[in-house]
């Protein structure tokens, strides 16, 4: 991340440090989640796997910032002074209180305080405040268009944390209508499994049978008549892909064979 020299102070209590430590240790969890093992459980499939949808620009450089940031915050004693020498780095602390909050109030991570709404809203706006101080010294050290562009930067790589590493699980069912969703999945399995009987050079079915067939395999696997779940196809594209195109080439395997001794009896 390129930043300017200068430098901007922001001083935490130590409710202001738990509620930034609980959202970046969550993103770092899921960031080295993905790195080492390259799993995505909390992606949103609804968009990671579908085309012409912004799913953001992953950077290298911005993922090391939000490490060292997390190192710092913690190691901070009771409180204290963060310093900070760009923007993005303030805006990665308002997107761990977020995080944090949600959490919190999901129940999957409780903080341990009293008045979480009120107290996070009061640090976002101290960050914020200090965040565009941050930003007028980029502005005045960078210029105009080299602020926009490390504006652009976090924008993209902040989207890429979103759809990849900080869906809750528990709102997939309410972003839309069981239908709907149902038919989503389904059109994400049968491009993936298009996708992979291309590389494999199988025949490949008519739009209606390739539904219909992926349709049967996720009754199969909700059935707990597979090796995988339904979780594992949707935090795995790889797996997905070959359990989909796997299920279509056995299945066309089967009609073969039937087809046969009908045959040799002509």
């Given at each position: 991340?390129?930043?300017p020299s200068d430098s901007e102070t922001i001083r935490l209590s130590p409710r202001d440090q738990q509620f930034i430590c609980a959202g970046l240790n969550w993103i770092v969890a899921n960031y080295e989640?993905?790195?080492?093992?390259?799993k995505v459980p909390n992606a949103r499939?609804?968009?990671i796997w579908r085309r012409n949808l912004d799913k953001g620009v992953f950077d290298q450089q911005?993922?090391?910032r939000v490490l060292a940031l997390r190192a710092e915050v913690s190691t901070l004693t009771a409180g204290g002074r963060l310093r900070a020498s760009s923007s993005a780095e303030f805006a990665a602390c308002a997107l761990a209180v977020r995080v944090a909050v949600t959490r919190h109030n999901h129940g999957h991570r409780l903080l341990e305080m009293t008045e979480v709404e009120n107290s996070s809203v009061r640090l976002l706006r101290r960050i914020e405040t200090v965040r565009k101080r941050a930003k007028r010294a980029e502005v005045r050290q960078l210029a105009e268009d080299g602020y926009k562009e490390a504006?652009?930067?976090w924008r993209e790589f902040s989207t890429w944390l979103r759809v990849h590493l900080l869906d809750c699980q528990c709102k997939r069912k309410r972003r839309a209508p069981p239908f709907r969703y149902r038919r989503v999945l389904v059109h994400q399995f049968a491009q993936l499994a298009w996708n992979e009987?291309?590389?494999r050079r199988h025949k490949i079915p008519d739009d209606r049978e390739l539904r219909r067939l992926v349709r049967l395999s996720i009754r199969y696997v909700r059935?707990?008549?597979s090796h995988f779940t339904m979780h594992d196809l949707l935090t795995d594209q790889i797996t997905a892909a070959s359990h989909f195109a796997n299920?279509?080439?056995l299945h066309d395997e089967k009609a073969e064979r039937k087809k046969r001794p009908h045959e040799d009896q002509h």
């Open positions: 991340m390129s930043a989640l993905y790195r080492i093992k390259d499939p609804d968009r911005l993922a090391d504006a652009r930067t009987l291309t590389d059935r707990g008549r299920f279509v080439i």
